[in-house]
Nanobody, 122 residues
């Protein structure tokens, strides 16, 4: 199983980035997908999740209204559109595949990607 995250980079505050995570080696549509982030010196935190068919989403309060998670099961890919970025959004962003409860309540996933760095300058 591989989850390949991409799309990170350096952006100014107020800017946008779109992260992608492409999965292989698993039945992608069988899993809810989540995005998590970890800033230096901090614990990993939940950012957002989407149900197996894209009908349901959940977001951390800190990103609600600015981030949008979506998925394309035909492409085995989950996306995180990040708008109105703030310096406090700076972190390594990870995608994960798992069940809804584990992703949204326990910060756990069955499979994890390698992470992509997002840096927001002020």
């Amino acid at each position: 199983v591989q989850l390949q995250a991409s799309g990170g980079g350096l952006v100014q505050a107020g800017g946008s980035l779109r992260l992608s995570c492409t999965a292989s080696g698993l039945t992608f549509s069988a899993y809810s997908m989540g995005w998590f982030r970890q800033a230096p010196g901090k614990e990993r935190e939940f950012a957002g999740a989407v149900t197996w068919n894209g009908s349901g989403t959940s977001y951390a309060d800190s990103v609600k209204g600015r981030f949008t998670i979506s998925r394309d099961n035909a492409e085995n890919t989950v996306y995180l559109q990040m708008n109105s970025l703030k310096p406090e959004d700076t972190a390594v962003y990870y995608c994960a595949a798992g069940n809804w409860y584990d992703l949204t309540q326990r910060n756990r996933g069955n499979y994890w990607g390698q992470g992509t760095q997002v840096t927001v300058s002020s």
